[in-house]
């Protein structure tokens, strides 16, 4: 047990922690929670959020601190601003793991529900990426994995110091991303008390967690409020009523968006769903673990289904029960000495990752039009690519022909490890110049000075301000997300026509003015501008200095 311990915590630092500062910093949301979270180190206001020196109110404070607590500790760089998505992908492995051991009697069964989430291709990216999802996730499983332990309790001291602790998280979630901290335990803890027969209790036990939620939610609360009262008007009405039933949505998808998401995302273990599905309805669904599971899994899912916007990483907070289901269900599937199902399942992985390397190879080699991701001098990135595809295969091949349950587990686990850590290092340049303007940025930082004004299209605005430390950068045409922080009084000049930009450029004698906008539409109103006296393009991004 110690040994396979230590293997899931070597397999998290090599995941998730070592690799973290290999990848450029991306637009727009790493460059946005960076910059938001650098705004609070440079001006001290730690209450009030600000992107660009603009109010900023999509989302509460706790996210923007873990990120400048990190940043200060570890430096503003991209390890520093991604360690606290990371780490909370290890903790609520550590609490998978905790509540798997506690009620299914297994020490090996807790380290295969932890490896399994830890291995979810969601779970991985969302993870080593910074945005607020997996922090979120991280309260809401302690939140859920403490209300099932304080369920199970019979000690009235310890279930209601349990309750409280469900109260803490919940709160904690709340100043992560909002209301929905208590949306997904209240839609799935609702069906799971009545499932049991216990509903009654449900009169009860609220209290306990109401009272310590408001606790941990009050003093921010009150102080956002007292700085600026109109935030809460903001936050709750636009942001979360709004959105979720808006017929014009920011990410409108149908109801069925998230089914292929979570096919996906819950790769390599998606092949297996027949074994595990097999397995959790031979238990009969009367461990109340399972029961739970179900609840905390389906009732959250159909509930983001729902909403009319859909993003993706949303629905991380499903796939902690979805972890604990597949693990109960594959134990208990090959409990039974039954593998035509695994077996089926890891011989059309093995098809699938084999022929994804054949089609790496042959875009690269032929030059396929369209299909080509690799440049001539990055050879060595889609070799190393394939040799992550075929040893996926081949574990995945020596899983299913292994005749012991556990070592037939242990390659599987093992199968797409490879991949996953390599894939840090071998993104496309042509995908880092898209999603990553920093270097072209960088290369003409000696040309910024402090007295210039700075002005940005919506698109690189975030990593404008974060590459050149600045607050102050002067929008372009479309406020973009900062529509709402532009409209107060103070802030409404921020915003920029381009005949404004033009008087602007003619207004200055000495000081020059930098626009860095999108090379496409910068193209469509080049000829509105006065001429610049230098201007440079990566193709995807442009520099013009007047």
């Not at 509930?303 to 902690?320: A, E, N, Q, R, V």
């Amino acid at each position: 047990m110690k040994k396979a311990s230590l293997s899931v915590i070597a397999l998290f630092l090599l995941l998730y922690i070592v690799p973290l500062g290999v990848r450029p910093i991306v637009i727009p949301d790493e460059c946005r929670y960076a910059e938001i979270a650098r705004e609070m180190i440079s001006s001290g206001d730690w209450v009030v959020p600000h992107l660009n020196g603009l109010r900023y109110f999509e989302k509460p404070v706790l996210g923007y601190w873990l990120n400048a607590v990190s940043m200060t500790l570890l430096g503003e760089n991209a390890f520093g601003l991604r360690f606290p998505s990371a780490m909370a992908v290890g903790i609520s492995a550590l609490m998978i793991f905790m509540l798997v051991r506690r009620f299914t009697g297994g020490n090996s069964t807790g380290i295969l529900a932890a490896t399994v989430f830890l291995t979810c291709l969601e779970v991985f990216g969302v993870g080593t990426f910074c945005v607020l999802d997996s922090v979120l996730s991280m309260f809401v499983t302690a939140a859920m994995v403490a209300f099932f332990f304080a369920y199970m309790e019979d000690t009235p001291r310890k279930k209601v110091g349990l309750l409280a602790l469900v109260g803490v998280f919940c709160g904690l979630a709340f100043l992560a991303k909002g209301f929905i901290a208590f949306a997904v335990p209240v839609v799935a803890v609702l069906p799971f008390m009545i499932w049991e027969g216990r509903w009654k209790e449900l009169f009860r036990i609220p209290w306990v967690p109401i009272v310590f939620a408001a606790l941990v939610v009050l003093p921010w609360s009150a102080l956002i409020h007292l700085r600026e009262p109109d935030f809460w008007h903001y936050f709750f009405w636009t942001e979360h009523v709004k959105r979720f039933m808006s017929d014009q949505p920011q990410h409108p998808h149908p109801f069925w968006y998230y089914i292929p998401v979570l096919v996906g995302g819950a790769l390599p273990w998606t092949a297996l769903f027949p074994a595990v599905i097999s397995g959790v309805r031979n238990t009969r669904l009367k461990d109340p673990l399972i029961r739970f599971a179900v609840c905390w899994f389906l009732l959250p899912f159909v509930f983001f289904s729902l909403s009319h916007g859909k993003i993706g990483t949303y629905i991380l907070p499903c796939f902690p029960p979805l972890a604990i289901l597949i693990t109960i269900g594959l134990r208990k599937y090959l409990e039974r000495e039954k593998k035509r199902a695994f077996t089926l399942g890891a011989s059309f992985l093995a098809l699938v990752t084999a022929m994804l390397a054949v089609i790496l190879i042959v875009s690269q080699v032929t030059c396929f039009p369209g299909l080509r991701a690799y440049g001539p001098e990055e050879t060595w990135k889609w070799v190393v690519g394939v040799i992550g595809f075929l040893t996926w295969t081949a574990l995945s091949v020596l899983a299913l022909k292994s005749q012991d349950s556990r070592k037939k587990l242990a390659l599987y686990c093992a199968a797409p490890l490879l991949f996953m850590f390599i894939a840090h290092f071998v993104m496309p340049d042509q995908s880092i110049e898209r999603k990553s303007p920093g270097e072209f940025l960088l290369r003409h930082a000696d040309r910024i000075k402090k007295d210039m004004f700075l002005v940005s299209g919506d698109d690189p605005l975030r990593a404008v301000c974060w590459f050149y430390k600045r607050d102050d950068i002067y929008l372009l045409r479309a406020p973009g997300e900062l529509k709402y922080g532009l409209s107060y009084d103070d802030s409404k000049h921020r915003l920029l026509s381009l005949d404004q930009l033009t008087e602007m450029v003619k207004a200055q004698e000495e000081k020059r003015v930098v626009l860095i906008a999108k090379a496409r539409r910068y193209a469509e109103y080049k000829h509105l501008l006065p001429r610049p006296v230098f201007e440079d393009t990566n193709g995807r991004f442009v520099f013009a200095l007047f």
